[in-house]
């Protein structure tokens, strides 16, 4: 007998919500803690400001924030989730997954629950395209956060580093009735052998952490090579603009709007140059946000629709990068 299963291209994102913390670090609020100023982290990042979780807060909190948004704005309850994926690489706790404790706080059935950790930034949009299978196979809603509370991990001394992150949460429902875009297609890839340019090793296996560890802050030591990251992160994130509207039979005449990862400002520019696409079709939020990592996307789709950027008939294409290297893109039909 054979499997029942829906039509590709059947997922269709049926609510959207985010949440960002109310305090505000600005440029110069970080200049009077390490050696830097608002003209160095400007001219380099294109960052103005960030958001930092209250000290009450941790990432179950901001992924709820953004989850119930998400679920309001789909006109559904918790109890008609049917399976939750949370993209981020600042968990809750060590063990168990963020998921676990999100399905308890909302209320939702016993419904399966996990992490997509490890993937960077490009978590998100990853998680997309597992829900879309979900959904194509199982006929179920799937609640996707991309979430990080960074500001409570990283180095507050590493100045080339900790200007550039920022906390928040982004959320979408996506299931198999009528909403509010169609995911049209995902494309992802990694290349395994870029796992270097952009690493926090201690913790793992390689560098358990212990008392050492935390001594030295190596437990806060995010590696980056930041030319070879600049590098692939452009030609990954406008390759991913170029293969997904490849499968789908469009061009980037057909876009109205590119979200891409809001890491760099500089990044985001030369994405858009090599995918051929004028800036005015690409969302930036960065300047006030800086990266939030897996929640980068999801809360610049948010933004974009709270801010009248998209509208019926758009074709908006996510995309992003990450550790691992990791990369993802996505095409929405509004």
């Given at each position: 007998m054979m499997s029942r299963r829906l039509e590709?291209?059947?997922?269709?994102?049926?609510g959207i919500g985010g949440y960002v913390p109310d305090k505000v670090m600005t440029n110069d609020d970080w200049a009077a803690i390490v050696d830097t100023t608002d003209e160095w982290i400007t001219t380099r990042t294109g960052i103005k400001e960030r958001r930092f979780a209250a000290e009450d807060e941790s990432t179950l909190d901001l992924c709820v924030h953004a989850a119930e948004r998400a679920l309001a704005d789909a006109g559904l309850a918790a109890t008609d989730v049917g399976e939750i994926i949370v993209a981020t690489d600042t968990p809750?706790?060590?063990?168990?997954?963020?998921?676990?404790?999100?399905?308890?706080?909302?209320g939702c059935d016993t419904v399966p629950a996990y992490d997509l950790g490890g993937s960077g930034c490009a978590g998100f949009v990853q998680a997309l395209d597992i829900a879309r299978s979900r959904i194509a196979f199982a006929d179920r809603k799937v609640l996707v956060i991309g979430v990080e509370l960074i500001s409570r991990l990283i180095s507050w001394q590493e100045r080339e580093t900790c200007v550039l992150f920022g906390d928040g949460a982004g959320a979408v429902v996506l299931g198999s009735g009528a909403g509010q875009?169609?995911?049209?297609?995902?494309v992802a890839g990694t290349d395994g052998s870029k796992?270097?340019?952009?690493?926090?090793?201690?913790?793992?296996?390689?560098?358990?952490?212990?008392?050492?560890?935390?001594?030295?802050?190596?437990?806060?030591?995010?590696?980056?090579?930041?030319?070879?990251?600049?590098?692939q992160?452009?030609?990954?994130?406008?390759?991913?603009?170029?293969?997904?509207?490849?499968?789908?039979?469009?061009?980037?005449?057909?876009?109205?709007?590119?979200?891409?990862h809001q890491a760099n400002k500089r990044i985001i520019d030369a994405v858009a140059k090599k995918a051929g696409i004028e800036l005015d079709r690409v969302f930036v939020n960065v300047?006030?946000?800086?990266?939030?990592?897996?929640?980068?996307?999801?809360?610049?789709?948010?933004?974009?629709?709270?801010?009248?950027?998209?509208?019926?008939?758009?074709?908006?294409?996510?995309?992003?990068?990450?550790?691992?290297?990791?990369?993802?893109?996505?095409a929405l039909q509004f």
């Open positions: 590709v291209g059947m997922a269709r994102i049926l809750e706790v060590y063990m168990p997954d963020t998921a676990s404790f999100l399905q308890h706080r909302l875009a169609e995911l049209l297609d995902v796992t270097d340019i952009l690493t926090l090793v201690a913790g793992g296996t390689r560098m358990p952490f212990t008392i050492e560890t935390a001594r030295s802050g190596a437990h806060q030591h995010l590696e980056m090579n930041g030319r070879e990251v600049f590098k992160a452009v030609h990954r994130m406008s390759g991913g603009v170029d293969d997904v509207l490849s499968r789908i039979g469009r061009t980037i005449d057909d876009v109205a709007l590119v979200i891409p300047q006030s946000f800086g990266n939030t990592g897996s929640a980068s996307v999801p809360l610049g789709l948010w933004q974009a629709r709270e801010a009248n950027r998209i509208a019926e008939g758009d074709l908006v294409v996510l995309t992003a990068f990450g550790a691992g290297f990791h990369w993802a893109a996505a």
